[in-house]
């Protein structure tokens, strides 16, 4: 199963981010989302989960989790905007992966047994960090997650 991994898209959904996705068996979004339209749209492409992040406000942002574990094929999945804010012990949980965002760095670490995944910013650029995201290849012998750097125009200057 191949689920697509996206964070911090904070209202912009960019097209090469889409294609990345596409595909996609599942999506996570790890918040910052920024509005009820990119869900919207990414859940054109998979079935979405989605939490939600210090920046995402208003109503449809308050119906979203700070914190969701999903079950993706008897993988389980444990999702949240901010590592710092983990609460749950994963191993001891029986969670394989752990999705968090908010620092706009992509990494695949794998702690305790546990694969940790940011998929890193897909919405604006912020300083010199790449825009991605990541996908998750369930199955085989284990979880394995890789980072998709996406190909993006760089920003016009104004004259």
Known sequence: MRIGLISDTHGLLRPE??????GCARIVHAGDIGSA????????IAPVCAVRGNNDRGPWAEALPASVTIDCGGLLLHVLHDLAGLAIDPAASGVAVVVAGHSHRPAVVERDGVLLVNPGSAGPRRFSLPISVAVLEAGGPGPRARILELAVAPARRPR
């Open 37 to 44: 339209a990119i869900l919207e749209a990414l859940g054109a």
């Open 17 to 22: 981010a889409l294609e990345a996705l596409r």
